[in-house]
């Protein structure tokens, strides 16, 4: 809050199935000061985390969300929805569309104020949207300089199709999981800049990863209160949208042919 973040994004699987009840036990007094997300889709199994995309799973999931953190979060993505209708053809187009239903039920009831859908790997949600089914107000799809052609152009496709101009779309995970990846040593991501001297690698990578895709706000990982204010201090900088067209152009050419 000091730094300026408005906004906290969690999800019901994080930290062991216990994100939400360690939220409120630390911090329950500064939630109501935060726009909250989470997600949910990931359940406790036998063998850790199961996937489900149950319409009773997934509205219990809702309201639990809601008693653990003390309050109703203000927007709840469903988790990664490829991750069970790869296994559930042929009636994969069924099961989206009903767990798009339980979702915005369970925002018409007042569990949470909107509802959007998360996606690891957008690709295969494309030819399964069911427009006569809910829309998300929010999509959120992996950014930043370490995705590859084909998830870029699946996410703006799936932007397109689902909600063009009206839904809120974030990004996650701008760095791949960590900046201490071998490949942030080979690259200086200040040549996407406009006026590229003030802003350091890091915070150029984190301003880039708002334009690969077009997103609104992305979601970074962080445990160092300074890592936060210098990324906070990364959103003055201006991308060269040039650059990031022929960038977007040399993957593609680059991946013709390939998966991600
Ligand atoms: N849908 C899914 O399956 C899925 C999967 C993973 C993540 N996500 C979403 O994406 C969000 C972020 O993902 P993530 O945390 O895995 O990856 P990330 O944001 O790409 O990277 C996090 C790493 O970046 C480092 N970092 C951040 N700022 C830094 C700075 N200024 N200088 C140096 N290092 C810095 C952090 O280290 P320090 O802690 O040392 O700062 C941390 O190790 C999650 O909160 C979640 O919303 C979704």
Request: proline share 7%.
């Amino acid at each position: 809050m000091d730094l300026g973040v408005t906004a906290l994004d969690t999800s019901s699987n994080y930290f062991d199935f216990r994100s939400h009840q360690m939220l409120a036990r630390t911090a329950g007094d500064l939630l109501p000061k935060f726009t909250l997300s989470t997600k949910v889709g990931y359940f406790p199994g036998p063998d850790g985390a199961e996937h489900s995309l149950d319409p009773i799973r997934l509205h219990s999931a809702v309201e639990q969300a809601a008693k653990d953190l003390g309050r109703e979060p203000d927007l709840v993505f469903l988790h990664n929805p490829e991750h069970s209708l790869r296994e559930a053809a042929p009636h994969h187009h069924d099961l989206l569309a009903q767990a798009c239903t339980a979702l915005d039920a369970a925002a018409a009831k007042g569990l949470c104020a909107a509802w959007g859908v998360a996606s690891w790997d957008p690709a295969p949600l494309l030819h399964l949207i069911d427009t006569t089914a809910p829309r998300p107000a929010a999509l959120m799809v992996r950014a930043g300089l370490l995705v590859g052609a084909r998830t870029l152009d699946a996410a703006d496709a799936l932007i397109n199709a689902w909600c063009p101009g009206v839904g809120t779309v974030w990004g996650m995970t701008p760095f791949g999981g960590s900046t201490s990846a071998p490949v942030w040593d080979r690259i200086d991501p200040r040549v996407f800049l406009r006026n590229n001297s003030r802003l350091s690698r890091v915070q150029a990578a984190f301003r880039t990863a708002y334009h690969l895709p077009q997103v609104d706000s992305v979601a970074v990982g962080t445990d160092e209160p300074a890592h936060l204010s210098e990324l906070v201090g990364a959103l003055a900088g201006e991308v060269e949208m040039r650059t990031v067209q022929e960038y977007r152009n040399l993957l593609r050419a680059r991946s013709r042919g390939q998966p991600d």
